[in-house]
């Protein structure tokens, strides 16, 4: 009813602001306007308090049927029921393993099933298996702890990689470091060894055409012999 006063008296404000634009020094007119505005202010403000009310008894009523619903089940170990998985806020099917908690706030131990994930939760976070409800697992969730799994065994495939390799680069330094103490001390008692102290064990003097030797062999240089073309005897056939 209010929605059609208010209607009524905005049509009646538009001719009367019309009025007034060909005739702005009526009195009369514009006491009418004022008048008007101030009907439609107060004709709101009562819809938008109706509808208020409207709201606040709906959710009252929500609340009041979900605190009937939860008090008429009495939860028992080893029940069947949906419960909200925290992760995502959706409802899955699992089973209650224990009850704990006062009369008045109970704390279930629920396990999800075809996850073997358990939590502690409210009443208000279970509620009954519906008839000829679709026991498998979501298809969603499953695939995401998949790849989930996947991530993890990749993650520690790559650790374990790298700890082999540090294995290998510190095995490497040690015995780097073991050959180094061991050629010092070698030349401390007067034993060269070629390859340390910036030597190399092939040397080679300042002619090009110089040989190749093993510094610290204990053999002389290679030898080398020219190369030549073989000649062939002229041998007589046979006749």
């Not at 073997?116 to 009443?123: P, R």
Request: glycine share 6%; charged share 30%.
């Amino acid at each position: 009813m209010e929605k059609e006063d208010l209607e009524t008296y905005q049509a009646q404000l538009s001719q009367v602001e019309l009025a007034l634009a060909a005739d702005p020094d009526n009195a009369e007119l514009a006491s009418l306007r004022s008048e008007l505005q101030e009907l439609i202010n107060l004709t709101k403000t009562v819809i938008s308090q109706a509808e208020s009310a409207a709201l606040s008894s709906k959710s009252a009523e929500t609340s009041r049927k979900a605190n009937i619903t939860q008090q008429t089940v009495k939860w028992s170990a080893g029940d069947e029921c949906l419960a909200k998985f925290s992760g995502d806020g959706a409802w899955y099917p699992a089973r209650i393993n224990s009850v704990a908690g006062s009369a008045e706030k109970r704390v279930y131990s629920i396990v999800f099933k075809g996850y073997n994930t358990t939590e502690q939760v409210e009443a208000s976070a279970l509620k009954s298996l519906p008839p000829n409800y679709n026991q498998a697992p979501s298809t969603k969730r499953k695939a995401k702890e998949d790849e989930d799994e996947e991530k993890e065994r990749k993650r520690k495939k790559n650790e374990k990689k790298l700890e082999v390799r540090a294995a290998k680069a510190k095995e490497q330094v040690a015995k780097q470091a073991s050959w180094q103490k061991f050629a010092k001390k070698s030349e401390k008692k007067g034993v060269h060894i070629a390859g340390v102290a910036g030597t190399s064990i092939f040397k080679t003097p300042d002619n090009p055409l110089g040989r190749v030797g093993v510094t610290g062999s204990g053999k002389g240089m290679t030898d080398y012999q020219a190369k030549g073309k073989h000649k062939f005897d002229n041998v007589p056939e046979l006749a």
